[in-house]
Structure formats: structure tokens, C-alpha cells
């Protein structure tokens, strides 16, 4: 995801020498500053120093340590903190670091590596109109951005955009598979499962009608959608997404409990 924010950060027109990447793994260090010609370090208080925005683009399970390493840094500076670290609280982020400071949470998702992310923040109370630009900014050089006003929402929107390609590559396996055990060749199958999902996708995000509407228009009495769509139904599939998004969103809230234990 970091990486797909640097992308994204560069081709909407950011500074190189704006940019400065911490990370621990000399290979992955060195492949960056091939990549995109900006400036890495393996001391996150080396890069952090001067900047005026933080990103933490760190696994939930390391953020705590991450942090509290960070904190005196960050008393000094007091930069606008946007995290995209999933489950874990602002007001935890900002304890961590020793309190008092503006706080963005990002939840974006994996297709912001081709610039078609999808991305909600939140932002505690310290975060002003210049700090909500700024990471608008941000996060919409990989896709589009919407606003949370309930922090409590974000384990739905991490179980909902955040996981849910993982959904969309599932079902995309089970027709190419289903299509492939009635005999069509697996090339074949992928090709049209893979441009039928791009294309449903469009068709929802530009026609303007909602997903109900568009499914009953695809839908002839008696057709075979309609022999397709009842044995969904009959199969519980509403029921199992309920309950898988609401399995993930509960793992998102269990993150934060998690961390708060972390050495």
C-alpha cells in the first residue's frame, strides 16, 4: 500500500524531493529509490525529521512500537498523523505518541496499486480544514476518498472496501472455476469472468442507478440470470455476506484490543 501511495503521490504531480520512505529491509529500501528516485532510510526518525506529514503504512500488529519510538519526534514536530493501519483507534495513534496531536485514519484498499483505490478517513477533533486537504490529498492520488464522521464505522468500512477485493477475487475463482468444470477453457473462462466483473463494476459506479435496480434489469422472468440469482438465493448468499463482512469488521475491532496488549 505504501508503495501504491508513492505512485499515486508522483503521478498526480508531488515533489520527489518531497518524498522520504523509512524502511527496515535494505532490498526493499534500495528497490524503492529504484523505482521512483526518491530518498529511504532504515531509521524512522531519520526520515521523519523535518516532515511536516506523517503516513504510518505499517502493519497493526507494529504500529504501537512504531509509534512510541516516534513519539518524542513527533512532540516536537507535531506533524498531522495519517494512518492507514487498519482497526487501530486515533486516539490510541495520538496516546502513542504522546498525545495532543491531529490524527487522520485511512482505510484504503489494494486496487489503489492502479489508481482505482477506494478510500474513507476519519479525523479526530485536532485535525483542521488544512489537515483534512491534505490528506484528501493524499489518499486520492490512488482513487477516491470519503469522509467518516464516526470513528466506530471504520471496522464496517474496513470489512467493506478495505477486505472486500478479497470478495470480489473470490467470486471471480468460483466462476472461472464453475465455468471451467462445464468445459470451458480455463483461459477462456478467466478472460470473460475477469472483464464481466470490470464491467458490472463500471456499470454501478457510472450509471447512477443502485445495485438492486441494475441486478433486476439483467433479470428476465423465468430467463437464466433468474435460474442463476434463485439458486443464490436459495443457497443463503445473502445471509453469508452478512456475516462475513460482520466477521471482519469485529477482527478490525479486535485489532485495537490486540495492540493495546503488545509489548
Aim: neutral net charge; glycine residues 10%; proline residues 5%.
Amino acid at each position: 500500500m505504501a508503495r501504491a501511495l508513492i505512485g499515486g503521490l508522483l503521478r498526480s504531480g508531488a515533489p520527489i524531493a518531497s518524498l522520504r520512505v523509512s524502511e527496515p529491509r535494505a532490498e526493499t529500501r534500495a528497490a524503492l529509490a529504484h523505482e521512483f528516485g526518491i530518498a529511504t532510510y532504515a531509521d524512522n526518525v531519520a526520515a521523519a525529521s523535518g516532515a511536516g506529514l506523517w503516513v504510518l503504512a505499517v502493519k497493526p500488529q507494529v504500529l504501537r512500537a512504531v509509534c512510541e519510538a516516534l513519539a518524542p519526534l513527533a512532540q516536537r514536530q507535531r506533524p498531522l498523523l495519517l494512518s492507514i493501519a487498519a482497526g487501530i483507534r486515533g486516539d490510541q495513534i495520538e496516546r502513542w505518541l504522546g498525545g495532543d496531536l491531529a490524527v487522520v485514519r485511512a482505510m484504503p484498499n489494494t486496487p489503489a496499486l492502479l489508481g482505482a483505490g477506494a478510500t474513507a478517513l476519519h479525523a479526530n477533533a485536532r485535525v483542521d480544514g488544512t489537515g483534512r486537504a491534505q490528506a484528501t490529498a493524499v489518499m486520492q492520488a490512488t482513487g477516491v476518498t470519503c469522509w467518516i464522521d464516526d470513528e466506530v464505522q471504520m471496522d464496517v468500512v474496513t470489512a467493506l472496501s478495505g477486505s472486500g477485493p478479497a470478495y470480489f477475487f473470490l467470486l471471480a475463482e468460483a466462476l472461472q472455476a464453475a465455468a471451467a468444470e462445464l468445459g470451458l477453457p480455463p483461459a477462456t473462462a478467466r478472460l470473460l469472468a475477469a472483464q464481466t466483473c470490470l464491467g458490472a463494476g463500471r456499470m454501478l459506479r457510472e450509471d447512477g442507478a443502485d445495485a438492486a435496480a441494475l441486478r433486476q434489469r439483467v433479470t428476465s422472468p423465468g430467463g437464466t440470470t433468474a435460474a442463476a440469482l434463485d439458486a443464490f438465493d436459495r443457497g443463503g448468499f445473502g445471509a453469508l455476506v452478512t456475516r462475513a463482512v460482520r466477521a471482519a469488521a469485529q477482527r478490525a475491532a479486535e485489532l485495537s484490543v490486540q495492540a493495546e496488549a503488545a509489548p
